[in-house]
């Protein structure tokens, strides 16, 4: 079954405690840190991300970070029980010693390929990181377009890495090809908070496409 991993840089701002809480027993969060360097938005700091977590007891957080310099934030996430923690490619001169220190934490360790960036980018990292991670839109602040392109790109890194996942502006016509391609999960942002009931929302998608 696809992991489907709800964004709460997508909730309503304003009150994260009641957007987590609304996601009821669904036992996934994913968190984008966006430092409005490597990607024009700014979502959260260190010290909201410490607070997510600790709201969101018993989920398995994971996080996204678009930021110019990720290997500061690894000991701060591993400390808020972080389960999963991934990177651009394009922001790591190094990219194994972040795959590594991430696991010292003992944290799962992804890299992540933003819209322009090859599949074959990742190949030389592939042993070393757990998950890949492909973006299916540009993140520009303005709301995300999903592109059918980055689509066809994350399936076809399916069929060559155990697990991908698949993050920016995800529909349910969407959903349903990344199922068939064999995704490992996918990110939902506004498909999984723009409705009354998150967690109903989740468990019906969660049933459809498993």
Not at 45 to 51: E, I, L, P, Q, S
Not at 63 to 72: K, S
Not at 135 to 156: C, F, H, N, W
């Amino acid at each position: 079954m696809m992991e489907l991993l709800p964004s709460v840089a997508s909730a309503e701002q304003i009150n994260l405690g009641a957007a987590i809480d609304s996601l009821g027993e669904w036992p996934y969060l994913h968190i984008d840190m966006e430092d409005g360097n490597f990607v024009p938005n700014i979502t959260f700091g260190m010290k909201t991300v410490k607070a997510i977590c600790g709201h969101a007891e018993g989920k398995r957080v994971d996080v996204h970070m678009m930021a110019t310099n990720p290997v500061q934030y690894l000991e701060g996430l591993a400390e808020c029980g972080v389960a999963m923690a991934c990177a651009h490619i394009e922001a790591l001169e190094y990219p194994l010693l972040f795959l590594e220190e991430a696991k010292r934490l003992g944290m799962e360790a992804g890299l992540a390929l933003n819209f322009k960036t090859p599949i074959e980018a990742f190949e030389p990292f592939s042993d070393a990181a757990d998950y890949l991670l492909v973006m299916t839109s540009e993140p520009d602040g303005r709301g995300q377009l999903l592109s059918d392109y980055a689509v066809q790109k994350a399936i076809r890194a399916a069929k060559r890495y155990p697990r991908v996942y698949t993050d920016g502006g995800i529909d349910e016509n969407t959903l349903q090809r990344l199922a068939e391609g064999n995704l490992c999960g996918a990110v939902l942002g506004r498909l999984a908070f723009s409705c009354d009931s998150p967690d109903k929302k989740l468990s019906a998608l969660a049933a459809r496409f498993k």
